[in-house]
């Protein structure tokens, strides 16, 4: 069965930082690119990160550059994303994505 789990959401203050985690199961992990995606409430999904399936180019949203890192580990096919610097407006459900293949997303939320 082909499945995306993200875990590593939270609650946590402006300033802080979260590692979201995203395993693979079932497809071809190494053979393709990895996204993650975000969803505020009342908002549309926004694409945060990209990363090759080498894992050789990544690329992110504006918004986060220079504060997030997107990353993957294909021996145990796994994503991450690294949150530094977290602020309030990045409080939405982070979903990992490869293709039309969705996770079941995880809540992060940056509140003092």
């Known amino acids: 069965e082909v499945q995306l789990v993200e875990s590593g959401g939270g609650l946590v203050q402006p300033g802080g930082s979260l590692r979201l985690s995203c395993a693979a199961f079932?497809?071809?992990?190494?053979?393709?690119?990895m996204r993650w995606y975000r969803q505020a409430p009342g908002e549309g999904r926004e694409l945060v990160a990209m990363?090759?399936?080498?894992?050789?180019?990544?690329n992110y949203a504006d918004s986060v550059k220079g504060r997030f890192t997107i990353s993957r580990d294909n021996a145990k096919n796994m994503v991450y994303l690294q949150m530094n610097s977290l602020k309030a407006e990045d409080t939405a459900v982070y979903y990992c994505?490869?293709?039309?293949?969705w996770g079941q997303g995880t809540q992060v939320t940056v509140s003092s």
């Open positions: 990363i090759s399936s080498g894992g050789d180019m990544t």
């Open positions: 994505n490869s293709g039309n293949r």
């Open positions: 079932g497809f071809s992990f190494s053979g393709f690119t």
